[in-house]
Every structure is written in C-alpha cells, then in structure tokens.
C-alpha cells in the first residue's frame, strides 16, 4: 500500500500554476488569498481511491497568495486535488470554506473519469471510501506528442468560411458511419467532407470538461433525462472534455484532440474554439462546490458583498470575476495554452460582453483584460470573435472595445437580413448596408468589412430549415413549458407550421433557404455557416436545443442525399466566393473614393429604390482589374419583378449564376458553367429570389 512515506514533500515553486511534471516528482501550485490552510490531496495510483494527505505549511509552501509544494517520486497518471479551509472564518457567506470537498485545480490540464457521456461523475458524488465529498479529480498527463512540421495557418479572416458544429451532434447519429461517433476522431474522419464543402475553419461549440448530467429535468413528450447537451457550463478552462474521445484512456483527450488539430490543419482547416469565460458550472449559492468557489470564492466571482450572493450576469447563476488581476491571468493562460500547446487557431468568446465589466460588475470603458488580450503577443495572430452582448440586457454589436483586433457575432446581420427575407418593409436600406460590410457598426471604429462575422443561424435559435418551417418556437421538450429561448426570431413557415405534405410550401422553403445562403455568401464580411444547414438539418422547431442529446440536435447524414440540391447549392457558392476578391474586401471604400466597389440599382439602373414599402436591391459589384463584375438582385417581393440591366464594365456581358426562382439543378451553375441569359437588357427576377449574374 502507497503511504506517505514513501514520497518527499519539498518546498516547490509558485509558479507555473497547476501540476507542473518534472523528472523526479510533481510540482503543485494553487492560489488562494483568503483561505488560511491548503492541503494537497493525491491519488498516486490511477486507479485507486486510496489518497495521500499532505497539509502545506503556510510558511515554508506558499509564497504571497501561492500555494506550492514538490512531491518527489509522483509519476505522470497521478490525480490530485485540493483540500482548503479558513480558520476563523467570519464571513463564510463570502468565504464558503468546505474541508470536506477535493477541490478542482483550475490550471487542471486533464480530469479523471467522465470518458463515457452519459456516464460521468455527478457533481455532487461521495468518495466510495471516505464518505467524503469528491468531484472530477485532475490528472497529470504527459505532454508528448508529435507535431510534426504542423504551423497556424493563419487564413485571413476575410478569406474565412467558418462552420459552427457541436462534437458529439457532428458524427453522433448512425448515419455518419464514423468509427467513433460523437468524438473528436469522428471529426477527423468528416474532414474530407469539410473539405468537399469547402469550409476553412470549423468552431466548435463548446470542448473543455462539463458534466452533461447536471440537468435535473425530464423531457415531458417522452419521460427522458434531459442533458447539458451544448456544454456551456464549464468545469475547467484547460482540458479537453474526456467523453469526446475514442477509449478511455486518461491521455486520450490531449492527443485525440490534438490529433484533430493537426488533421484538420493538413487540409488547410483552422480550429476555433468556442470558450465560456463567463461564469462556471458551480452555479448560484446553491449550487455544488467544485474548485473556484472552494478556493477563493470573493476572487473568482463577482459577488454582493454585504450578502454573498452572486450577480448573474451570465444567465447561469454566477458571473466570473474577471477583469480581477488573477482571472484575467487564469484566462490569458487558458489562451495561451489552446494556442502554444493545441495548436488552436481561433477563439469565439461566448458572452463577451461580461469580459468588459468590472469587479464590481459595471461596464468598464477600456477593460484590461480584453486589451490584454488583443495586445498579447502570443495570441497576434490568433482570430479573436466576441459574442457582444450579455444575458443582463447589455448589448455591444458594434461597440465592443476593439484595439482593432475583436471580431463579432453580428447579431444585427442576423435579424436584418431574415426581416428581408421574410419580406418586411423598411429593410431595402439595412440590407444594404449589412451586404457592404455593416459599415454603421464597424467603419467608424477604425475596423473592416471582416471584422464582421455574419450569420443567419448558429447553434442558438432555429436551423435555416425552421426558420422557413415554423413561426413560433417549439420548446416544449426541454422541460420548461416553452418559456425558454427566444421568442422573436423573424421567421416564416411560408403558409403551414411544422413538415408540411405540400410540394408547393415545400419548394418555397427550399428557395428561402438557397436566398438565405445566396446573401450571406455574397455579404462583405466572414460568413459562419450552422453546421446541417448545407443538407436542410432541422431541429423541429425548437431554438433552444441546448438539453437534447438526440436526433433533435445531431446531424442526420442521409439528408444529403434528400437535400442533395441544398450541399450543391452551398458548396458552389463557396466556391464562388473564393474565386472572387471582390466579394472579400479588406477595407470599407475611402472617403470621396472615385471607383466606389458597389453600384445600387432598383428597377432600373442606378435607382434604388429606398422606399418603406420597397422589397427589392440590386448590387453590383465593381470587378475592375482584378475581378469580374458580379451582379446580385434580391426580391422579397411576393411577386416577380422586370428588371432593367445595367452593363458591365469593360464590353464584357451578363451570364447567369444563380437564379432561386428555377427548379434545381438549374439555379446554380458550376464555376466556369455560368449561363448566356439571352438580352442583355432586361432580367426577370422572380418572386421570393435571389439573381447572380457574373461579367465574362
């Protein structure tokens, strides 16, 4: 049996945080300000639950407000954790002090257990032995693995096409036919299909450690256990989520992850991770005690200080502190690592907005911690994408503190441009200032076209296929009488609610989605594509599918065959938009610019119609030396319209590109296969379509 001694305590190092490995042993580092006494609790065999005990001594093992300590002899598959406790405490509705729990390090690199979804450890388990409380233990993992010649990619942002897809949904569902379904290595085996598409980024939702049984609620329909199906709800910053893996092998997680990484860069795909800095999955006062809120609880979280109890900025029951000087170090270190040790290449910050407040939960003008993090010379090259906004009401699409680095979610593209689609009045004028770049958020503030992330649909609300299905949400599922998510999401059933038996309603929905795709895919701007979109993923209605791990949320790969003419569609706009620079500018026009790059026309050349009851824009995009001229006509008409064409530059003439209002495979041609339209004076633009014509 392992005893005490059998290892040698020394003094250790304060730094770096975490378990750091080292050739004879482990060196453990934890801060904690307010708590008088830290143990450091380890479980030298993997396996077992037999543990080691050794108190730190607050003289010799801490340095200012770091705990540290060596223990010679440790080997890598070590887990540990933490025991903190204060004496007196006098305030223990600010300092929640519980010796009873094994803390998580938040420097935790990996965590023990978890590697079978659905199966991991409750928050709230009991020590088999003890009786003691316990949660995911870290684990100390080697940091082997081979790179090989693997670099960032560093695609442009403007040449971006990113695709947001969830893990476990990509490859969960049977008809992926992937060896590892709902993993990191089922990715890889869809990257040739990434590849086909032409997507060069993948963001996937959230993949550090979340328990994903915390959900107490039943699906009402059907009697079953609800999950955290999305993950939002982070246990660690550091490791990647162990179900996400192939085995359960505890190295598995860092090397199936990294594994993806470097396939995905092979073929030329970057990797943006969808981080959840905002609050953690230890909740409201009543929630579990896992690691922040036992270590140093008045640090980590923005609390009441007369009460204890938390603000809640996040929606989720606390709000993490974190323009406080440890948590913007403990954040950018998270950074760090995802970049220096993963190889990431990119980072959607969920809720953003909380990033920018302070310590005592105003909005700050200028925050440290997102300066800190534009200006950091590690993350130079990293694609940085703030959700902007907070579920408190603060909104900052458009205003979020920038130092010319912030990309944003451009909520405001999402809701115009559906208003259009949809065909209501008044949004001639903002659809055309969402397709040139959304200059009213972002020229003013020194930022591009690109700095624009544009999206009709993502994970949070309808997939493209809903929003022409259905006109109000269908939540009821998840448990909460359809009270849940967002109640205005600028939809149209086109006549019927839900499936519909009608070729007729079937057809127009069809040729909303292919609108839909055609104006994102031509906007100024990154375009993000939910993932199942491309082959008519629906999630029946409901648009706040955070807690359905079923076929509700996963990707039903034999839609690619039933909506074979929509991945067409996709894939050949891409295409398209990669084979035309003038659809990705690196800049709005310049002042009294002589060659504007767009050309408004209504009806007729040159005369937009800016009307309230307008429902039709025509662009035209100046190809000049470097491109063609593209030429994009929008009708939300219910009706078709006459359009007068005007000539493009140079002598060339008008082929077809793309013409919704035709039966597939006709409203889209290949590259290189674009179609003579006959007179070059007039087009008819149908009703409800989306016109291409290219210059050749």
């Known amino acids: 049996m392992t005893q005490a001694s059998d290892y040698v305590l020394k003094r250790g190092h304060p730094l770096p945080l975490g378990a750091d490995l080292k050739r004879d042993g482990i060196n453990f580092a934890v801060f904690s300000r307010h708590a008088t006494a830290i143990t450091l609790v380890v479980f030298p065999d993997t396996d077992s639950d037999s543990c080691l005990e050794f108190p730190l001594d607050p003289r ?4 200012g407000d770091v705990w540290h300590a060596f223990v010679c002899g440790l080997d890598p598959g070590t887990r540990y954790g933490f025991r903190a406790d204060r004496k007196p405490n006098l305030e223990p509705h600010i300092h929640p002090y519980d010796p009873r729990h094994i803390l998580i390090d938040p420097y935790a690199k990996a965590l023990y257990g978890g590697s079978t979804w659905g199966r991991s450890l409750h928050l709230e388990a009991t020590h088999v032995t003890s009786g003691q409380v316990y949660h995911r233990d870290p684990i100390v993992i080697g940091n082997h693995f081979d790179w090989g010649e693997d670099q960032p990619l560093n695609t442009h942002l403007a040449d971006s096409i990113i695709y947001e897809v969830h893990v476990r949904g990509f490859s969960r569902h049977s008809s992926s036919k992937v060896s590892h379904p709902g993993t990191f290595a089922g990715v890889v085996e869809k990257i040739s299909y990434l590849k086909e598409l032409g997507i060069t980024a993948v963001e996937l939702m959230p993949i550090t450690e979340f328990e994903e049984n915390d959900n107490p609620r039943k699906n009402p329909l059907t009697g079953g256990q609800l999950q955290n199906f999305w993950g939002y709800d982070p246990i660690s ?6 179900s996400y893996t192939s085995d359960g092998d505890h190295s598995t997680p860092l090397i199936e992850f990294k594994t993806m990484v470097k396939a995905l860069h092979e073929a030329g795909i970057e990797i943006i991770l969808d981080m959840v800095f905002n609050h953690t999955a230890e909740g409201n006062e009543r929630g579990p005690t896992l690691c ?5 609880n008045k640090t980590y979280y923005i609390i009441d200080k007369s009460t204890g109890s938390y603000a809640n900025y996040s929606g989720c029951g606390n709000t993490l502190n974190c323009n406080h000087p440890v948590v913007r170090n403990l954040i950018l270190d998270s950074l760090r690592y995802w970049v220096t040790e993963m190889h990431v290449d990119g980072f959607r910050f969920d809720l953003a907005s909380i990033l920018g407040r302070g310590t005592d939960g105003l909005v700050l003008a200028n925050p440290p911690l997102l300066e800190t993090i534009a200006g950091d010379p590690v993350l130079a090259n990293t694609k940085l994408i703030a959700e902007a906004w907070d579920a408190a009401g603060l909104y900052q699409v458009g205003t979020f503190p920038n130092w010319g680095r912030w990309a944003e979610w451009n909520g405001k593209y999402r809701d115009d441009v559906r208003c259009f689609i949809k ?3 008044g949004m001639v004028p903002l659809l055309a200032t969402r397709m040139s770049g959304s200059s009213d958020l972002y020229q003013g503030s020194g930022r591009a076209p690109y700095h624009s992330i544009n999206f009709v649909t993502s994970h949070d609300g309808f997939t493209l296929l809903d929003l022409f299905s259905y006109n109000q949400k269908h939540n009821e599922a998840n448990g909460e009488r359809n009270v849940d998510g967002w109640d205005e999401n600028h939809s149209w059933n086109c006549g019927e609610e839900g499936p519909s038996a009608s070729p007729r309603i079937n057809r127009l929905r069809k040729q909303q989605i292919k609108n839909m795709a055609a104006i994102l895919l031509l906007s100024q701007g990154a375009p993000m594509i939910l993932g199942g979109d ?6 029946r209605g409901n648009n706040n599918a955070y807690c359905q791990d079923n076929e509700i949320s996963w990707l039903n790969w034999d839609l690619l065959q039933t909506n074979a003419d929509l991945f067409r569609f996709f894939r050949i706009l891409i295409a398209f938009r990669k084979n035309h620079p003038i659809l990705r500018r690196r800049s709005f026009p310049a002042e009294g610019e002589t060659s504007p790059p767009f050309v408004w026309h209504g009806i007729k050349p040159a005369q937009p119609d800016w009307n309230w009851d307008s429902r ?29 064409l005007a000539k493009p530059t140079r002598g060339k003439k008008w082929l077809s590109f793309v013409d919704t209002s035709l039966p597939p495979p006709q409203e889209i041609n290949e590259l290189g296969h674009e179609k003579p339209i006959g007179k070059q004076t007039f087009y008819e633009v149908g009703a409800r379509s989306v016109v291409v014509l290219v210059a050749q």
């Not at 010799?60 to 340095?63: I, S």
């Not at 910053?237 to 162990?242: G, L, N, S, T, V």
């Not at 491309?534 to 999630?539: I, L, V």
């Open 60 to 63: 010799f093992n801490r340095t």
């Open 237 to 242: 910053f550091f490791a990647p989520k162990a």
């Open 292 to 296: 922040f809120r036992g270590l140093d």
């Open 423 to 425: 065909g209501d009045a």
């Open 534 to 539: 491309e082959m008519g993923r629906t999630q």
């Open 616 to 644: 039709f824009l025509g662009v035209q995009l100046l190809g000049l030396e470097r491109d063609k001229d593209v030429m994009i006509f929008t009708n939300a008409y219910f009706e078709g319209l006459k359009v007068e």
